[in-house]
Nanobody, 121 residues
Framework: QVQLVESGGGLVQAGGSLRLSCAAS????????MGWYRQAPGKQRELVAT???????NAADSVKGRFTISRDNAKNTVYLQMNSLIPEDTAVYYC???????????????WGQGTQVIVSS
């Protein structure tokens, strides 16, 4: 009933910037918290940043000061602005959202399929 579609990934050089987008669509009544996670080869998926329905944000220590999460509720979209990229940022980035569909008062987690970010040295 709901899908999340990510875009904006790609190959960049160290020190560069990239902006990821994730748009939710479907039978959506409301969206709660949204976030970005990433998974590098051989590593566990880790939290990058989250943003609540009220707009409060949280970010992993490894990206604080470099990445900024934001959302556009009118477009059901969450963004991740990534600046000063380093090779350690190389990973598949996944967006996540807590979504209540029409006909339900409960929120369920939804995941995007992921978008690859490669930072060259």
């Amino acid at each position: 009933q709901v899908q999340l579609v990510e875009s904006g990934g790609g190959l960049v050089q160290a020190g560069g910037s990239l902006r990821l987008s994730c748009a939710a669509s479907g039978s959506i009544r409301s969206i709660g918290s949204m976030g970005w996670y990433r998974q590098a080869p051989g590593k566990q998926r880790e939290l990058v940043a989250t943003i609540s329905s009220g707009g409060s944000t949280n970010a992993a220590d490894s990206v604080k000061g470099r990445f900024t999460i934001s959302r556009d509720n009118a477009k059901n979209t969450v963004y991740l602005q990534m600046n000063s990229l380093i090779p350690e940022d190389t990973a598949v980035y996944y967006c996540n959202a807590a979504i209540a569909v029409w006909g339900s008062s409960w929120y369920s987690p939804y995941w995007g399929q992921g978008t690859q970010v490669i930072v060259s040295s």
